[in-house]
Nanobody, 122 residues
Framework: QVQLVESGGGLVQTGGSLRLSCAAS????????MAWFRQAPGKEREFVAA????????HYADSVKGRFTISRDNAKNTVYLQMNSLKPEETAVYCC???????????????WGKGTLVTVSS
């Protein structure tokens, strides 16, 4: 049974930082590309960042480039999202997802976590 469990969310002030983690189990983690998505209240889910299985290639939404960093530790079956200079409009539930291919599109994801809430206060 595949499980993706996010942690690290919480309340942070505008301009602050948070580091999210997503621990994976039940799959060969090093064979999966991983991605982060977020869904703000009343809005559709949107792509944030992705990283290939090897960790050699990353991809970011334009809105987070230069502020967010995705990384992974295949020995720990964990993917991370370092978020800096957070903005109130980035308040959302952040979910990680796994894809056995290379696409970072939402429809291509094979497995999803339940998410962790990030609240950015103004």
């Amino acid at each position: 049974q595949v499980q993706l469990v996010e942690s690290g969310g919480g309340l942070v002030q505008t301009g602050g930082s948070l580091r999210l983690s997503c621990a994976a189990s039940g799959l060969t983690f090093s064979n999966y590309a991983m991605a982060w998505f977020r869904q703000a209240p009343g809005k559709e889910r949107e792509f944030v960042a992705a990283i290939r299985a090897s960790g050699a290639v990353t991809h970011y939404a334009d809105s987070v480039k230069g502020r967010f960093t995705i990384s992974r530790d295949n020995a720990k079956n964990t993917v991370y999202l370092q978020m800096n200079s957070l903005k109130p409009e980035e308040t959302a539930v952040y979910c990680c997802a796994a894809n056995h291919g290379i696409s970072s599109h939402e429809s291509a994801m094979d497995y999803w976590g339940k998410g962790t809430l990030v609240t950015v206060s103004s």
